[in-house]
């Protein structure tokens, strides 16, 4: 028998019913192309979020509330409240003497609120910050000033505004000196930011900063930070900083010796590492999630054959009576569920990535800074996976149709 007459006796069964060769190569096509997508937009995501800590600098420290291992991040990154980190441990570390090498530090809590001019109303994420944080993150503003040190102390009622903030709340006038209603308290708008766009997925130009105190005291009624950041002033002294924050911390919240500490101090390089571990979690967790639509799409391949042997066992009947054996039925319907699978994922891999050039071009126009990426593996898994799913879900209809009896099979009607 030549390589050849199988695979053209299985064109001729897979086109015999155009409609279901169709809907089972469709649900290959669907299955393949939804892992291509997961696994790129998941890798442009993750270029994205890390692409945006280098930028923030090599020498920036970030303490968290709540203990950690070493390498995994604390609770408060997953958004669970932790209180263990006060105003007093900013105090201590900004007296600089235990931790000299630091030059700027800030603390930072987080809330949401309506904010509300004479023009418009809206929903905004607040961060009470120090003054310093102008300096930590490289901030800019358009017009006006950020806060004082006075300011920041004296529960002052003072506002900057991200500029897409600004825009939306004084759409015809200059918005310094002009006040707005923040959670029903008069704030006065002291400065607006220059535009920077979208930054990872939050966009800095829609956030609104008022004094740490303030946030603290007026809008959240809180008396803990969700975080520091800290600048050192150079990257060969951020092992030593981690080392003084960590004594001085320890000490301030009077931890025995053999206590575990209830914050964590990370480097950028080592959030990095952190995020980078946290998103490729995330990553195949989707990707298992998309690869069960190749499971349903194997269940529809078996299906299909199914079916197809049933139609077919006159034929399967004439064959091994003419001398096939039951190798060569095994080969022949192994050939017809790898010949869908082959197809659908040389289809699904095409039209995943068109798919997800469009998403990035969509996302382009969102205004983040996203990048186009197709990861080879992705390819390779994908069309490996679909022939895999081929040969597993095709082996079963295939061993089936190899034990069909030659007489009884010519006296099937």
Not at 90 to 119: M, N, Q
Not at 174 to 194: A, R, S, Y
Not at 235 to 259: F, G, V
Not at 354 to 375: C, K, Q
């Amino acid at each position: 028998m030549k390589l050849s007459d199988p695979i053209k006796i299985s064109y001729r069964s897979l086109t015999a019913s155009k409609t279901r060769f169709f809907l089972t190569v469709l649900g290959v096509v669907i299955g393949v192309s939804a892992v291509i997508m997961v696994m790129s937009i998941g890798a442009s995501a993750q270029q994205l979020v890390l692409s945006q800590v280098q930028k923030a600098g090599s020498n920036i420290l970030i303490i968290l509330p709540g203990a950690s291992e070493e390498d995994g991040p604390p609770a408060s990154a997953f958004g669970i409240v932790t209180t263990t980190l006060k105003n007093t441990d900013l105090k201590v570390l900004r007296e600089r003497y235990s931790a000299p090498h630091l030059t700027a530090l800030s603390g930072y809590v987080t809330g949401s609120g309506t904010i509300e001019s004479s023009a418009a109303s809206l929903s905004v994420s607040v961060q009470g910050v120090s003054m310093e944080t102008a300096d930590i993150e490289n901030i800019t503003l358009a017009s006006g000033r950020f806060f004082f040190t006075e300011e920041e102390t004296n529960l002052a009622r003072v506002i900057v505004l991200g500029s897409t903030r600004a825009r939306e709340l004084f759409p015809n006038s200059d918005p310094l000196g002009q006040t707005v209603t923040l959670k029903d308290n008069l704030f006065t708008v002291i400065g607006v930011l220059e535009e920077r766009g979208s930054s990872g997925f939050s966009n800095p130009d829609t956030l609104v900063y008022v004094p740490l105190l303030t946030a603290q005291k007026i809008l959240l009624g809180i008396d803990y930070l969700n975080s520091i950041r800290a600048t050192v002033d150079a990257p060969e002294n951020i092992d030593r900083t981690i080392a003084d924050i960590t004594l001085s911390l320890r000490k301030q919240h009077h931890l025995e010796e053999d206590e575990e500490s209830d914050f964590s101090v990370r480097s950028t390089a080592a959030a990095l590492d952190v995020l980078t571990g946290i998103t490729d979690v995330l990553k195949y967790f989707l990707v298992a999630i998309a690869s069960i639509s190749l499971v349903v799409g194997g269940v529809g391949i078996m299906n299909s054959m199914l079916i197809s042997l049933s139609q077919r066992v006159r034929e399967i009947g004439l064959r091994k009576a003419v001398g096939a054996r039951r190798q060569h039925i095994v080969f022949q319907f192994l050939i017809e569920s790898s010949f869908i699978t082959v197809l659908g994922g040389i289809i699904g891999i095409i039209l995943g990535i068109i798919l997800t050039f469009i998403a990035s071009l969509i996302l382009v126009r969102l205004g983040y800074e996203w990048d186009f990426l197709v990861p080879p593996m992705s390819l390779a898994l994908g069309f490996f996976v679909s022939v895999s799913i081929g040969i597993i879900f095709g082996l079963y209809p295939a061993l089936k149709a190899s034990k069909v009896s030659p007489m009884e099979a010519l006296r099937y009607e």
